[in-house]
Structure formats: structure tokens, C-alpha cells
């Protein structure tokens, strides 16, 4: 494979020279990242499966170093980044980038909070490195394909943990070959089933992605070892995760074109409005469209979901039992939306589901088309749903949507985010306070970010 053996090493270089927040949009994109993480994780902060980490890292015990969110609690690097990933995850209200098929901010951020926690870390130091992790991660997903995740694997975590591990040694002002060590350290510890959606596990994902990336970044500072070509060879990870070999396009997928563009910024972040999976939300803002001829459920005979081949791949459940399941299955999004029932996080809990709800998933089928030609800004690429019900009096109605509300695309506003951080933040005073920190953060230093968490 002659120069093809030193993508890590490429790709260490390009992470210590570029300096991203020199592009506006990037910037921008930056900010409005870290506020939708922090709306995430603070609505996350009750989450039951938040309150047993929680409870388990007290008992453990360690350094009080990093804030833990919303908690007014600090622990270890390594145990904050564990919790701070899973609060940002755990009600799936977290970002989306389409390249990654996968969340981006709820891995990299908890680990650049914890790396940060006393240190002399500038606002542009920590936005440097963000934009940085969610450009290699985007990066990786795009050379890793597919088939690694229709497979079974979950990029939040098979992925997430490597691309915060560059993050972090920019971070830290690692050489190229400390970031090239870090990440052998990371890419045997990448992993996380798509079995598992629906279950606190699913956003622990992000959280042990994260504390395995302070963990690498922490045992190449105590000068443990892993190799330096971890992307790289016949048995490195891009080959292992996704059957190719690392050519010449894995090579200028990984390596190239650095800084023409930012991924954070094209094609973007995906912020949500609503906390289940965003691959419901085409079908969604279908059955929304619906939902305003005010039809009568009796009167729904049948309702058919339509996708392209893979399009559902990770909505695994069919006829979920809760609302937590049915963050994950398009039947459960699209009964409440028909059914009138708003996506609060109450829906999306573990309780179960209504019966009205119930009853009406058992009248759905799903169904894939190869042949449909979705709109050319469609994202991600090629994906589209279509929502069709069938009347008992025979009438059809249909919706396709390929472009949901909250995607690049079709942004989600300043004000949108900005609400979203209010519903979620305790104390709206500090709400304010934290907001005008993060617009001004490559001013400032994180000390005073971190003081609001």
C-alpha cells in the first residue's frame, strides 16, 4: 500500500496545523454546537440512567476536577466525560451530522470539558478543537461507508471516541506523534452495537466513546503505547470496521482538501426539535402534514411507510412497548403525530405506550424503493419518506418529505436554539449568562464557561 500506511500520521498533521475558527461559518456553527449540546445535556440531567452513573461514580470516588452537568457535582476527567457524554445522548435530542450517521458534539465536547477542566485553556483553543473532532469524525464516516453500521455497529461510539482523541491532543498541544499514539490507544476501544437502540445503553455509547478518549489521551501522557498506524494496514481499523482496504480514495477522504471547507459548517450539524432519532424525522414531518386534514384514526384503514433500501436501518422497532423504544421506530412517531399527541419528552420515556397509539402501529407496514428519485438536496443523500394512509372508504392520502425541519438544509434558527436551551436550563438567569459566554467564547477563556456548568 507503500504511502497509504500513514493516514494516521497525515491526518495528525493536518489536525495541529489548521486553524478552523478562521472560517465564519465554522465559527458560528461551533457555537450554536456547544449551546445545542448543553440544551441537550441539561435536559438530560434527571434522566434515570443519569441519576445511576451518577450514583456510581460517587461510590467509586476520585479527583473532583470536571463539572458534571446541570449537577453542581465534579469528578474525575475520565468519569465526567462519561457522564456529561451519556446526559447529552440520553434523550436522543442531541445533534446529527450525515456523514457521520451519527452524534458528533455529545462524544467530542464532554471530552474537551474534561481535558480543559484546570488547565489554562482558551475559548479559542477549545472551538479550534471542536470543529477539528467533528471534522475528523465526519471524515471517518465518510471513509468507513456503510456497511460497518448496517452491520450492526454504532458510529456515535465506533467513531466518536477516535475523532475526540484527535480532538483532545490538539487540545492539549500533543505532537504528531503523541496524537498518532492516543489514537492507537482509542481504536481498540471503539464499539457499541445498534442493537441496543432503545435502552440506556444506546446513549452510554457516547459516554464510554468519551471517557476512553480521556482515557488514551491520559495513558499517552503517562508514555503507554499503542501503535502508530491505527487507521492504517490490512488489520487496522477502517479495514476491520469496513472490509476495504485503505486506498487511495480512504487516503484523500481522510487527508485531503483540509480547510477548503469545515464539515461542522458543509453539510453541517443536524439540531433537533424533538428527542427521538433523526432518521424519524422525514416520516414525521409527513405524518405532521397529515395530521392537519384532522382524520379520524377509526377511519385509518392502513398507513404505509416508504423508504429507500437501509433509509430505516436505525429504527429498530416495529411495535415498541415504550416511548424510550420508540425514540427508534418510525410506527410510534408517526401514531402520536396522527393521533395529536405532541413529541414532549414524556412520550418519549419509559412509560408505556398509549393504547390508542398501540392500535394504530398495528396498521402500519414499511416498504422500501430502490427506483424513487428523492429530491437532489435530500439529506442525507437519497433518503426520503413517504407517509401514506388508506381510508375504509377507500380514499389515499400521501406526504414524501426529504428534507426534515432541523436539518442543514432547513435549519433550526438562532431563537429556535436559543428556546431550546431556555426549556431546558434550570435557572434562566444563568441561561442568559451562559449564552453571552459562548457567543464570546474565542475571546475568553473556558474557566469562564465552565463556571455555568
Given at each position: ?79 465526567a466525560a462519561l457522564l456529561n457524554g451519556f446526559m447529552g445522548h440520553a434523550l436522543d435530542y442531541d445533534d446529527v451530522h450525515s456523514d457521520v450517521r451519527g452524534h458528533p458534539s455529545s462524544v467530542i465536547l464532554p471530552v474537551l470539558f474534561a481535558l480543559s477542566s484546570g488547565r489554562d485553556i482558551s475559548g479559542k483553543q477549545f472551538l479550534n478543537a471542536y470543529i477539528i473532532g467533528v471534522e475528523v469524525m465526519a471524515r471517518l464516516g465518510q471513509a468507513i461507508g456503510t456497511a460497518s453500521y448496517l452491520n450492526g455497529w454504532h458510529n456515535t461510539s465506533l467513531l466518536g ?293
Amino acid at each position: 500500500m507503500g504511502n497509504l500506511t500513514v493516514v494516521t500520521e497525515m491526518m495528525a498533521e493536518e489536525v495541529l496545523k489548521a486553524t478552523p475558527i478562521d472560517n465564519e461559518a465554522a465559527l458560528r456553527e461551533a457555537k450554536r454546537g456547544i449551546l445545542d449540546y448543553l440544551a441537550s445535556a441539561f435536559a438530560g440531567r434527571e434522566d434515570s440512567g443519569t441519576i445511576k452513573l451518577l450514583q456510581a461514580i460517587e461510590s467509586e470516588g476520585g479527583h473532583p476536577v470536571t463539572p458534571l452537568i446541570g449537577q453542581n457535582k465534579r469528578a474525575g476527567r475520565g468519569q465526567a466525560a462519561l457522564l456529561n457524554g451519556f446526559m447529552g445522548h440520553a434523550l436522543d435530542y442531541d445533534d446529527v451530522h450525515s456523514d457521520v450517521r451519527g452524534h458528533p458534539s455529545s462524544v467530542i465536547l464532554p471530552v474537551l470539558f474534561a481535558l480543559s477542566s484546570g488547565r489554562d485553556i482558551s475559548g479559542k483553543q477549545f472551538l479550534n478543537a471542536y470543529i477539528i473532532g467533528v471534522e475528523v469524525m465526519a471524515r471517518l464516516g465518510q471513509a468507513i461507508g456503510t456497511a460497518s453500521y448496517l452491520n450492526g455497529w454504532h458510529n456515535t461510539s465506533l467513531l466518536g471516541g477516535i475523532a475526540a482523541t484527535f480532538a483532545g491532543g490538539r487540545l492539549l498541544g500533543f505532537t504528531p506523534a503523541e496524537i498518532q499514539n492516543a489514537v492507537g490507544i482509542a481504536v481498540s476501544q471503539a464499539g457499541g452495537l445498534r442493537v441496543q437502540f432503545g435502552t440506556e445503553m444506546k446513549p452510554l455509547h457516547a459516554g464510554l466513546a468519551a471517557q476512553q478518549a480521556v482515557q488514551s489521551i491520559e495513558w499517552t501522557q503517562q508514555d503507554f503505547h499503542g501503535t502508530d498506524a491505527a487507521l492504517d494496514s490490512e488489520i487496522g481499523f477502517l479495514h476491520v470496521y469496513s472490509g476495504n482496504e485503505t486506498d487511495e480514495a480512504v487516503r484523500e477522504a481522510l487527508t485531503e482538501r483540509w480547510g477548503e471547507t469545515w464539515r461542522i459548517a458543509e453539510p453541517g450539524l443536524w439540531f433537533k426539535r424533538n428527542p427521538f432519532c433523526s432518521a424519524a424525522s422525514h416520516g414525521a414531518d409527513a405524518a405532521l402534514e397529515l395530521a392537519q386534514l384532522h382524520m379520524d384514526s377509526a377511519t385509518i384503514q392502513k398507513v404505509d411507510i416508504v423508504f429507500p433500501p437501509g433509509g430505516d436501518a436505525a429504527l429498530i422497532h416495529t411495535r415498541p412497548k415504550t416511548g424510550e423504544q420508540g425514540r427508534f421506530s418510525i410506527e410510534y412517531v408517526v401514531a402520536l403525530a396522527l393521533l395529536g399527541q405532541p413529541f414532549t419528552l414524556g412520550n418519549f420515556g419509559t412509560a408505556a405506550v398509549s393504547v390508542e397509539a398501540e392500535e394504530l402501529m398495528g396498521k402500519m407496514s414499511r416498504s422500501y424503493d430502490a427506483e424513487h428519485k428523492p429530491a437532489a438536496q435530500a439529506i442525507p443523500k437519497g433518503r426520503f419518506t413517504i407517509v401514506r394512509l388508506t381510508l375504509a372508504d377507500g380514499a389515499v392520502y400521501s406526504r414524501e418529505v426529504c428534507v426534515p425541519k432541523g436539518s442543514p438544509q432547513a435549519p433550526l434558527t438562532d431563537a429556535d436554539l436559543e428556546s431550546k436551551w431556555r426549556e431546558s436550563a434550570p435557572d434562566q438567569e444563568k441561561a442568559e449568562r451562559m449564552m453571552q459566554a459562548i457567543r464570546g467564547l474565542e475571546n475568553s477563556n473556558m474557566s469562564e464557561l465552565e463556571g455555568f456548568l
